[in-house]
């Protein structure tokens, strides 16, 4: 049942916890029982032990993008996270998030200064469980400190996060992702070894979700050494079509605990795919972001910082029924995941892969006319 936040590792006061990964990949706690005094702290700090929310009132709910072209063409949706980090940056405080590092690993980072060259790699979506281990010290040293502090993540680390903090810091924001669920560390370095293996250089950059084709047919897009790029959507490319079968995503994600409307989190931010119908604006493929305002914090920042954006107010239950179905399920696992982690070493990736999910040459053909289509203004019609 464990999420894997690290509450329980980050408050213990024996520092008898250590988060060690399984054998597929994903952290989990593991006691020093020797050295543990039985204070229980482990216990009473996880999320996953906490009642659920009980759904009282919804929460206000906009749809919103960033006005710059250049930050919303990088973006993964409307680009909302980028104009937060620069409040809190200008502001002198600290921002909390998530890159792709240099060695492909998925890392909650430490940002304080606007010059920080990795800060334009934040806003952007990662399929994996990010590497959050004795990060939650660090940001509550910083609270401490009096600094304005910033920590975005997924539902189950902003509620491992706050458990963890104990009390309500009027300088803490938190922005939390509806996710779908996360991958394992392990299955993105098989793939990541496929890849600089077939292109025989190594990966200088990973965009999970690039606008490659417009929003609407978003790509991973990887960077190689030697100046090969390569995209490929859910239909063809071989992480992502895992992920969206269900078939790697850690097993606490299947019964996910944080699956409500009511967030401990000042902002919850997922995708606006049906914008044109929520705001009766005309989409123009280029992004949007659905926003749910929990507290008085989130609507304040928002009003500080709303000339970044355009802003339009929307109907809630509208904008889950059309684009939130995460906000309140979890996946369904695939018949086949425990298997598919089984056996990960035994095969090629394309074969193991094409074991348990085909890429057929139906997809090959469609995501190869992709970009004819998208020159020829024609996606839309693809779709």
């Keep these: 049942e464990c999420c894997g936040c690290t509450a329980c590792s980050s408050i213990c006061p024996k520092k008898c916890i250590d988060m060690k990964e399984d054998n597929e990949g994903f952290i989990y706690p593991n006691v020093n029982v020797i050295e543990c005094i039985d204070c229980k702290l482990c216990e009473?700090?996880?999320?996953?032990t906490k009642k659920r929310e009980n759904e009282k009132g919804i929460p206000?709910?906009?749809?919103?993008?960033?006005?710059?072209?250049?930050?919303?063409?990088t973006g993964t949706s409307g680009s909302v996270f980028t104009s937060i980090m620069e409040y809190v940056l200008q502001k002198?405080?600290?921002?909390?998030g998530v890159i792709v590092d240099e060695e492909k690993v998925v890392n909650h980072i430490r940002v304080d200064s606007q010059n920080d060259n990795r800060i334009s790699k934040i806003p952007c979506s990662k399929y994996v469980r990010?590497?959050?281990?004795?990060?939650?010290?660090?940001?509550?040293?910083?609270l401490t400190?009096?600094?304005?502090?910033?920590?975005?993540?997924?539902?189950?680390?902003?509620?491992g996060l706050k458990s963890y903090l104990n009390r309500d810091y009027k300088n803490l924001l938190t922005i939390d992702v509806i996710c779908r669920g996360n991958p394992s560390p392990l299955f993105l370095g098989k793939y990541v070894e496929y890849l600089e293996k077939k292109y025989k250089s190594k990966i200088v950059d990973v965009r999970f979700r690039n606008k490659t084709f417009g929003y609407h047919s978003g790509t991973m897009k990887v960077v190689?050494?030697?100046?090969?790029?390569?995209?490929?959507?859910?239909?063809?490319?071989?992480?992502?079509?895992?992920?969206?079968?269900?078939?790697?995503?850690?097993?606490?994600?299947?019964?996910?605990?944080f699956k409500h409307i009511q967030h401990k989190s000042d902002l919850t931010l997922y995708d606006g795919w049906h914008a044109s119908e929520l705001a009766n604006?005309?989409?123009?493929?280029?992004?949007?972001?659905?926003?749910?305002?929990?507290?008085?914090?989130?609507?304040?920042?928002?009003?500080e910082i709303a000339t970044a954006y355009e802003i339009f107010q929307v109907d809630a239950e509208k904008a889950i029924a059309l684009d939130g179905i995460m906000v309140r399920n979890s996946?369904?696992?695939?018949?086949?995941?425990?298997?598919?982690?089984?056996?990960?070493?035994?095969?090629?990736?394309?074969?193991?892969?094409?074991?348990?999910?085909?890429?057929?040459?139906?997809?090959?053909?469609?995501?190869?006319?992709?970009?004819?289509?998208?020159?020829?203004?024609?996606?839309?019609?693809?779709?």
């Design 44 to 48: 009473q700090v996880c999320p996953m």
């Design 60 to 73: 206000e709910s906009i749809l919103a993008r960033d006005v710059r072209d250049k930050v919303l063409l």
């Design 92 to 96: 002198d405080g600290v921002v909390y």
């Design 130 to 142: 990010s590497e959050i281990r004795d990060i939650f010290p660090k940001i509550k040293e910083d």
């Design 145 to 159: 400190s009096g600094k304005l502090v910033c920590f975005s993540g997924v539902p189950c680390q902003v509620e």
């Design 224 to 257: 190689f050494g030697n100046g090969k790029v390569y995209f490929g959507s859910a239909r063809t490319n071989y992480f992502l079509k895992a992920f969206f079968s269900d078939l790697c995503s850690r097993p606490s994600c299947y019964e996910c605990n």
């Design 281 to 303: 604006i005309e989409d123009d493929d280029r992004g949007y972001t659905n926003l749910l305002v929990h507290t008085d914090k989130g609507s304040k920042l928002l009003k």
């Design 331 to 383: 996946a369904i696992p695939h018949k086949d995941r425990v298997a598919f982690y089984a056996d990960l070493d035994e095969h090629e990736m394309d074969e193991h892969i094409q074991k348990y999910i085909k890429v057929t040459s139906k997809d090959r053909l469609l995501e190869s006319i992709k970009g004819i289509a998208y020159k020829g203004g024609l996606m839309a019609t693809l779709r």
